[in-house]
């Protein structure tokens, strides 16, 4: 069975201080990953990885996909209070339906100022 | 801007009672939309797929006959929750394609008393 797991599932920090949320996945039929933020509604898109090791950067989020690992992180850096939310990876199948997301549990991350 | 519209954005009705929920994609046609549900501190699953002008595809353990599709148009997907109960009680999103980036509709909080 297709699986997406994240880790850890909430996490707290302080204002400034970095953090590093893992992805792994067993998906037959890989097409691309994921990551999406969600604050008390739709989640808002962030990065798709689709190659291994080449990083994807915006500001101060960035993120990298082991394709041989089966696994991706995403990193924060210095962290505010408006990064607090639901941090969501998901895995899209390359078969049937293609564009069919699988999603992880989401980390839930609180930013304390 | 939003490439997809979802409403409403939240709605609360009675018990017994069915509700639609709307997503209309916006300056191009949606073949496929892709439906989801998330309860509160859960992830998104996905219910159902539809592809205009063809049957619902449903995900194992989701009832077609409760959570009716319609996807008659490239620019229109509904879905209607039928005889409403309180563990309807949700967050439903749509989710379009061809949009790669994987936008999503709006969501709607349904809440059912």
């Known amino acids: 069975e297709d699986k997406v797991v994240q880790s850890p599932l909430s996490l707290v920090v302080h204002e400034g201080d970095t953090v590093t949320l893992n992805c792994s996945y067993e998906?037959?039929?890989?097409?691309?990953l994921l990551w999406y933020k969600q604050e008390k509604k739709a989640p808002t898109f962030l990065f798709m990885l689709?190659?291994?090791?080449i990083e994807k950067k915006s500001g101060r989020l960035s993120s990298i996909l082991d394709k041989k690992e089966l696994f991706s992180i995403l990193n924060i850096t210095a962290t505010q209070t408006g990064d607090s939310a639901v941090y969501l990876c998901?895995?899209?199948?390359?078969?049937?339906?293609?564009?069919?997301?699988?999603f992880g549990q989401g980390t839930t991350l609180q930013v304390k100022p | 801007g939003a490439v997809v519209s979802q409403h409403p954005s939240w709605v609360i009705c009675k018990s017994g009672t069915s509700v639609k929920i709307e997503c209309r994609s916006l300056d191009f046609q949606a073949t496929t939309m892709f439906w989801y549900r998330q309860f509160p501190k859960q992830s998104l699953m996905l219910m159902a797929t539809s592809n205009e002008g063809s049957k619902a595809t449903y995900e194992q353990g989701v009832e077609k006959d409760k959570f009716l599709i319609n996807h008659a148009s490239l620019t229109l997907s509904t879905l209607t929750v039928t005889s409403a109960h309180p563990e309807d009680s949700s967050f439903y999103i749509c989710r379009p394609l061809p949009i790669r980036t994987a936008f999503f509709g709006q969501g709607t909080r349904l809440t059912v008393v």
């Open positions: 998906v037959t039929n890989f097409r691309s």
């Open positions: 998901a895995v899209e199948e390359s078969s049937g339906n293609t564009g069919k997301l699988i």
């Open positions: 689709t190659s291994s090791g």
